[in-house]
């Protein structure tokens, strides 16, 4: 071997290698994003779900209906004062448990214990709403309702810090007050005994339940896009 | 005539144009993950440019090191990224990915190549270039 070499690659042609490695590392990530796309199962701009998307939004979907399920079993336990009352708030707390635990993997640990407390503490201060309200205390009633909403700016402003790209504070608040609206006129319609506009709720928040399942999922899907290929 | 080191130099510059140009693609698409994300492939972009125009100045141990360093780093980054997750950057294990491992199988030619330039051809690296006319050999 000798001590003698030719002259380096130029700096012109090294800055066309990386350009070109540029532009298949562009190339190759948005064939696997064309690939992922070519499953069966929609996204609502016409585009198709890969396993591992329609996975995530299938098991937020069972989360937030088990939310609105077991928030409607505890309300009529509530209501009704039945002996079940005990087991079935266990029941709904442990789905904010499943909840917060869904976005582990993305956020980290202390991300999900923490969307876990706020919305343990949604289902508590809804309960004491629903004894206030049991109660005919509209002053109690009042101040739950305003603990309750600020409890909602809570979990939105914490949604928003994780992912503010795709849930936006206003929007995820927005979607928050109409679930927290919805299930007032759930609990109210219960009290009053007007079955038909009890029932007539439920469908609306189970539908509203899907939707923010839904916004959710497709923002996970979008902010990490990697994970879903 | 072409060296053996010639080669191995050239080789640390394009798998430093490479990877920077694999980095510098991926960057968007990791700061919708996060910014710290998308800055760290930023910072990698960056400091694989200078190393790959550093060398087609100067093959230098400082550049050589630079570049053994840098290729190391990434791959181990790589490894905690998949595996426990890379505190800061990326705190929590991703999938493994094909374009991923393409790129480190790149990186880890350059630190085989940068690093035997850097063990056993260092003293010769010095009598690579053309010096200019009249200066004393």
């Not at chain 2, 890379?86 to 190549?113: I, Q, R, S, Y």
Request: charged share 15%; proline share 4%; aromatic share 6%.
């Amino acid at each position: 071997m000798t001590t003698k070499a030719a002259r380096p690659i130029p700096l012109a042609l090294t800055a066309l290698i990386a350009f070109f490695s540029a532009l298949a590392a562009l190339a190759v990530s948005s064939g696997h994003d064309a690939h992922a796309h070519g499953n069966p199962a929609g996204h609502a701009d016409g585009t198709t779900l890969t396993q591992k998307e329609l996975a995530l939004h299938n098991g937020m979907r069972v989360l937030w209906e088990d939310h609105v399920t077991w928030t409607r079993l505890a309300v009529i336990s509530l209501v009704a004062g039945t002996p079940d009352t005990k087991a079935t708030v266990a029941r709904l707390l442990k789905n904010q448990t499943d909840i917060g635990s869904a976005i582990k993997p993305f956020y980290g640990k202390a991300a999900g214990d923490a969307l876990t407390g706020e919305l343990r503490q949604h289902i508590l201060i809804a309960a004491d709403l629903i004894a206030a309200a049991k109660a005919g205390d509209q002053a109690k009633v009042a101040a739950e309702q305003a603990r309750w909403q600020r409890n909602a700016d809570d979990i939105a402003t914490l949604l928003s810090k994780a992912n503010p790209q795709h849930w936006a504070r206003g929007e995820v608040r927005a979607m928050l007050g109409e679930h927290l609206r919805l299930t007032t006129q759930e609990v109210v319609a219960r009290l009053q005994g007007n079955w038909g506009a009890d029932v007539a709720a439920y469908d609306r928040i189970h539908r509203h339940a899907l939707g923010m399942a839904d916004t959710l999922s497709t923002g996970l899907v979008d902010q990490f896009p990697k994970r879903f290929r | 005539m072409i060296t053996r080191a010639a080669i191995e130099r050239d080789l640390v510059i394009v798998t430093c144009a490479i990877s920077a140009g694999i980095h510098a693609a991926l960057i968007p698409e990791h700061l919708t993950e996060g910014a710290a994300t998308g800055a760290g492939f930023a910072i990698a972009t960056a400091l694989l440019a200078a190393v790959a125009v550093a060398l087609t100045r100067v093959v230098s141990a400082a550049a050589l090191a630079s570049a053994a360093v840098l290729f190391g780093g990434l791959i181990v980054g790589y490894g905690l990224a998949v595996t426990t997750g890379l505190p800061l950057f990326h705190p929590h294990a991703e999938a493994v990915d094909g374009l991923a491992l393409f790129t480190k199988a790149v990186e880890l030619l350059g630190l085989l190549g940068a690093t035997h330039l850097l063990w056993r051809l260092r003293p010769a690296l010095a009598l690579n270039y053309p010096r200019p006319k009249g200066t004393p050999a």
